[in-house]
């Protein structure tokens, strides 16, 4: 590679790379960090398109002892399926935290932005979960509902999956993926029996209004909130966070502005600081729950973190693979 060529890392190369314990290893480390003020990030930026409907989050930060730092551009264009094209894309740009250099630009068409996702919320399901698991619930049926199917149900040694989406056509073709996966995946026709037969929930959708009523969720039931990571959107009645016992959150200001945190704090349902740093709940300095009867929420709207932490092993990774 010549002095002035650009550092350029396709998808390919990087799959080949990266293994999924390192990517939990990674993330795991960096909710810690992110918790105990290791991690430098101002506000992100996001852009929100209607027409069609799609979003472009900007997020960009260092570890404080950190030699990288990272400027991480993803999108999500939700019509993309039906053209037959996917529905994210995005790529990081690694820095010399000391002279400005360009490390790498890892065009990784929202890949690594989607397996740190998955990622998080494996350890966020984990963390909330009540001693025993009954069956793995999502809600969603899209890219990121196959990845947090495959990741959590492996992370909790669980086999048996139910899967709602809104259409009820690409659940069935989610669910028949799964099964082919090895995991015993079934449609249901709606939410309440989702809820009736699981006691861990994932919520990965873009919905911008309530698509999970409070009345479906039974004592014991951990439910982990992804989509609401955009102003507008929401997944959840904001009165499930009213009943939780815990609510965990991977950015209290962030949640508080986007997630479901803020809707439920708009509603005057709970109050500001009631929420609990998941970061904290990984390593032990408060509890993720209190009985198995307990209602848990952990509501995950994206750490700049992860996404250094993420970009910084697949530099570490690449450089390896060329010794």
Known sequence: MSPLALPVHG?????????????????REAFVRHAEGEVVAPRGGELLFQDPPGD???????????????????MGFYENAAKGLETNNGLMLVFDA??????????????LTSWRTAAAGALAAKAGAPSRVSALGIVGSGHQAEHQARWTAEML???????????SEKAARLAASLSHQGLI?????????????CNVVMTCTPSTSAIVP?????????????GADSLGKQELDPAILGRARVIMTDDRHQCAERGELAHALAAGLVETGVDVSLGQVLTGKVPGRFSDDDVTVADLTGLAAHDIA???????SLR????
Do not use: Y
């Open 157 to 167: 040694g669980v086999e048996r999956v139910f899967i709602w989406g809104r259409s």
């Open 320 to 323: 390896n693979a060329e010794w």
């Open 56 to 74: 472009c989050h900007i997020k960009f930060g260092h570890f404080r002892d950190g030699q990288v730092f990272v400027v991480k551009v993803a």
């Open 310 to 316: 993420i970009a910084s092993l697949a530099v570490e």
């Open 185 to 197: 995946a079934q449609a249901v026709s709606s939410v309440e029996p989702l809820f009736e037969r």
């Open 214 to 226: 409070a009345a479906v969720v039974r004592p014991g039931t951990h439910i982990v909130a992804l």
């Open 98 to 111: 000391r002279t400005g250099a360009t490390l790498a630009v890892l065009n990784d068409q929202g890949w």
């Open 11 to 27: 998808l390919g190369e990087l799959r080949s790379v990266l293994l999924r314990k390192d990517m939990l290893r990674v993330v």
